[in-house]
């Protein structure tokens, strides 16, 4: 089975993070939220892989090249300009050639895909989208299913009193080819506004796909620090690149830990880091690769990219400091992003 992977997009709610990386770039645990997407689809066995590009292209292309540090074989589909998500598998047309799924390469999630596409092939469905139940759902597509799973309205970003349902689309679809047929060429068009819709205009066997795992949009944020915060709860099932030390601290190669310093829990921290004397790293907290935490400085559910510095005696809580940043001695800093104007 083939898949493609959304990876286009600008990512502006996650502005400035994004001003100098793409979205799908973004680290989650020292590792670029697409990476842990990947790793889903080659544990589910789907090993060929589209990759559509826009917004600094350039970087997914040399991170990832042609996918076979993990397993699988990766293309690019370069867009000269944004498609939409319809849009954009459209335009790998000639790529599917049978079943294939589509998935955002922003999200964070440990959906059964093999079970998925088990229940799409048993309900014959032309398009199976996975839902997941959600606190607000007027930032997602909502759907309402009848007692046999079938999708019988659908409704894009809704608002207000047209919330009828709180079960969220995911971004995960399971299609068949002909669903293609549907799609026009050369425009812009979403799945969301546009094909789902007409597939239950159609009367279309579509299905939708309840799941109580994990996933979660790394939209902006707030949702992207909780998704640090569920990783290092264990509520995702993920490969995490570091050892686990002891129970909920896991640190890499390389680390320097002054014997004064107070480490917490849970806490990831990466290669080549130092903790200096008096320093504390304290829960919820990821350190990319050579971070320092100076002298007396404090952080607490923070997330560094890396080579940020905390300087001496600062305090950090609930921050992201983006890579080689340095926040400055005897500061303390709450609910910040920091990031280099330069991006460095």
């Known amino acids: 089975m083939k898949a493609m992977i959304l990876a286009a997009g600008v990512g502006s709610r996650l502005d400035p993070l994004t001003r100098h990386i793409p979205k799908p770039m973004v680290p989650i645990v020292n590792r670029p939220v697409m990476e842990h997407i990947i790793e889903l689809l080659a544990k589910h066995g789907i090993k060929d892989i589209m990759v559509n590009l826009y917004y600094l292209a350039n970087q997914i292309e040399e991170y990832f090249g042609d996918g076979s540090k993990w397993g699988v074989n990766i293309q690019y589909s370069k867009e000269d300009r944004l498609w939409g998500d319809a849009g954009s598998v459209k335009r790998c047309e000639d790529f599917f050639d049978d079943t294939f799924l589509v998935v955002g390469g922003d999200d964070m999630a440990d959906i059964d895909i093999t079970r998925m596409i088990r229940l799409h092939k048993e309900k014959k469905a032309l398009a199976t989208i996975a839902l997941s139940l959600v606190d607000d759902p007027s930032e997602y597509g909502i759907a309402l299913l009848n007692e046999r799973g079938r999708i019988t309205r659908f409704l894009e970003k809704p608002r207000g ?184």
Request: hydrophobic fraction near 40%; glycine fraction near 10%.
């Open 161 to 344: 009193e047209v919330i009828f349902s709180n079960t969220a689309n995911t971004g995960v679809y399971v299609f068949e080819p002909q669903v293609l047929e549907l799609i026009p060429r050369g425009v812009a068009y979403g799945f969301g506004n546009n094909v789902f819709p007409m597939l239950l205009e159609h009367r279309t066997r579509f299905y939708g796909y309840l799941t109580s795992s994990y996933w979660r949009d790394v939209g902006n944020l707030k949702q992207y620090q909780q998704t640090h915060y569920d990783v290092l709860d264990g509520r995702v099932s993920i490969k995490i690149h570091h050892k686990e030390i002891r129970k909920y601290v896991w640190i890499a190669d390389g680390v320097e830990i002054d014997p004064s310093a107070d480490i917490g829990y849970p806490v990831l921290i990466g290669r080549n880091c130092r903790i200096e004397k008096g320093a504390r790293l304290l829960e919820y907290s990821v350190l990319g690769e050579g971070c320092v935490i100076e002298e007396g400085a404090t952080v607490k559910q923070s997330i560094l990219w890396p080579g940020a510095c905390v300087m001496q005696n600062t305090m950090l809580e609930r921050c992201v400091v983006g890579t080689g940043c340095r926040v400055k001695s005897n500061a303390a800093v709450f609910d910040g992003v920091i990031v280099d104007p330069g991006g460095r």
